[in-house]
């Protein structure tokens, strides 16, 4: 397993001295949870009816390494490291809290008792990105007791290699001179409500294949959705050809995993959720599994974060708040102009205009302010005829006949 990248990262400013002091400090236990909630912990504990004597054997091996003496030290140790995580989250500017907060367990004294005497702490989520990232985070560990992620390595080892998601991009807007087009099989969104009652997503995606599109994006998410894994899995194996982005909500490595091993070659990160450093160490991640990884901004800040992270090759600027749902396709001119838009060019990053792209002139606006794809899902997947869609969404056949 890859080690950890330092936890304070260049140009990070931390709000409170004390809490960056105590970070240092903690930097050892951070690396500790986070591979322990992540990889290690969850999974060796999880996987498959372990007895009670290897269950306690783990967790005195971890409280001997995190050099805690009770289980209530270790629970504190880890309700720490949650809220530090949280401090380094706003400090990169990120609203969206990734757990409903919990209160100190029994027995803490340390810095975050001033944060919790003064602060007045919202324990429903304050927007539905934020019910989704609590939701997921539950979810996440459920699916991790079905699949431990050592089998899950198991299935990366011999799965079929990846698609070059970016490649496909760049050629198509070679071949057509128009944004490569990442066609969405979504068949509802918590903003549009249900977008087709009867959803075929096989169907629907061989549709965008002989319309043109490039590559497809899969919601995989159910609950806000209406997706499913088996929607991704189910148009690899009925021989579609363009690459596939896992449209998730991802807030752990082991979602990477299991993305791929249901037959993506793309994955999505979003900026408004993850801390610099997770974005770092996921897209390492996805590309040590053959992914491309397409990370999602919606404002200014998010951009400039993104413009800072190494090994960046594909940024998505939403349209559409996931906080408020508001859309505004001048966000994405907005977001090019500028420094930022020089350093992208600089760079050579593909650039994903996202949502609400409906008609010709709304593909020329995106195009005209740098996208060089586009991602589109409600304005096609509505048509009774998908392929049709796409041809009425460029003004143009875009497919290769
Ligand atoms: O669309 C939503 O309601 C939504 C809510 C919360 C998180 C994400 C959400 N949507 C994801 C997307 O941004 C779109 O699926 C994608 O960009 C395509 O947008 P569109 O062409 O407008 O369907």
Redesign the pocket.
């Known amino acids: 397993m890859d080690a950890l990248v330092p936890v304070q990262s260049a140009g990070q400013r931390l709000p409170v001295r004390l809490v960056s002091a105590s970070l240092h400090r903690c930097i050892g236990s951070v690396s500790i949870r986070r591979s322990v909630s992540g990889f290690a912990m969850d999974t060796r504990i999880s996987s498959r009816a372990p007895s009670q004597f290897t269950i306690r054997s783990q967790q005195s091996d971890l409280k001997e390494s995190l050099g805690v003496a009770s289980s209530s030290d270790l629970r504190i140790k880890e309700w720490e490291v949650d809220m530090y995580q949280n401090e380094l989250a706003i400090s990169q500017g990120i609203r969206i809290r990734r757990k409903p907060p919990s209160k100190a367990p029994l027995g803490y004294t340390g810095p975050f008792e001033l944060r919790l005497l003064n602060g007045q702490v919202a324990d429903s989520p304050s927007n ?2 934020e019910e ?1 990232t609590w939701f997921k985070d539950q979810e996440v560990s459920r699916m991790k007791e079905l699949n431990p992620l050592e089998a899950l390595k198991k299935a990366v080892e011999n799965a079929p290699p990846t698609r070059d998601f970016v490649g496909a991009l760049r050629t198509a807007h070679q071949r057509t001179g128009f944004p490569g087009l990442i066609a ?1 099989v ?1 068949k509802a ?4 409500g249900i ?1 087709k009652e009867n959803f075929d997503p096989v169907e629907i995606a061989q549709a965008y294949e002989r319309g043109g599109a490039a590559c497809l ?1 899969v ?1 995989t998410d159910q609950k ?2 209406k997706g499913g894994f088996e929607n991704l899995e189910a148009i690899r194996s009925a021989g579609v050809k363009c690459p596939l982005l896992c ?1 998730e ?1 991802v807030v752990d490595p082991w979602q990477i995993y299991y993305a791929r091993a249901k037959g993506a070659d793309a994955v999505l990160l ?1 900026a408004a959720i993850l801390t610099d450093l997770e974005i770092t160490y996921l897209l390492k991640l996805s590309k040590k599994l053959g992914l491309a990884a397409l990370v ?1 901004v919606h404002d200014e800040r998010e951009m400039g974060r993104a413009l800072g992270i190494e090994g960046i090759e594909l940024v ?1 600027i ?3 708040s ?1 906080e408020t ?1 508001k ?1 505004d396709i001048s966000n994405t001119k907005k977001l090019l102009e500028g420094e930022h838009g020089r350093q992208i060019r600089e760079k050579d990053m593909i650039v994903v205009g ?5 008609t010709p002139d709304d593909i020329a606006y995106v195009q005209d302010a740098g996208v060089k794809a586009v ?7 509505k048509q009774n005829d998908p392929e049709k869609g796409i041809a009425g969404l460029f003004g143009k056949n875009i497919s290769q006949t």
């Open positions: 539905i990105l989704i969405e979504k969104s918590p903003s549009r977008l994006s919601l806000y959705f449209k909500f979003i999602e998505g939403n349209n559409r996931l749902f859309v996202e949502s609400c792209l409906f991602l589109v899902g409600e304005s096609i997947v």
